[in-house]
Nanobody, 122 residues
Framework: QVQLVESGGGLVQPGGSLRLSCLASGSIFAINAMGWYRQAPGKQRDLVAAITSGGRTNYAGSVKGRFTISRDNAENTVSLQMNSLKPEDTAVYYC????????????????WGQGTQVTVSS
């Protein structure tokens, strides 16, 4: 079964740092783009950062210069280093990946992790 599992969330003070990680596992033939999204209470789920299979990145304007997305293709992981955290960064963060998988047949689909809570508060 194909899964994405996030880790690294928690409570941090403003100005602090956290590193989120996401591991993809299962019958995966290829991972295309990977990304991090977040959803705060009462808000829609928005893209935070994305990275292509070739390493090209894209960031939401609100996190540019503070967050860094990276991936390890050999380990099927994507990470999000979050520095200079602000209270407005508080949200559930979700890992997402577009992958070619095997579930009886080969197919390409988008997958989501369960989410990990990030709370920035003094």
């Amino acid at each position: 079964q194909v899964q994405l599992v996030e880790s690294g969330g928690g409570l941090v003070q403003p100005g602090g740092s956290l590193r989120l990680s996401c591991l993809a596992s299962g019958s995966i033939f290829a991972i295309n783009a990977m990304g991090w999204y977040r959803q705060a209470p009462g808000k829609q789920r928005d893209l935070v950062a994305a990275i292509t299979s070739g390493g090209r990145t894209n960031y939401a304007g609100s996190v540019k210069g503070r967050f860094t997305i990276s991936r390890d293709n050999a380990e099927n992981t994507v990470s999000l280093q979050m520095n200079s955290l602000k209270p407005e960064d508080t949200a559930v963060y979700y890992c997402s990946a577009n992958m070619e998988v095997w579930d009886g047949t080969r197919r390409v689909d988008n997958y989501w992790g369960q989410g990990t809570q990030v709370t920035v508060s003094s």
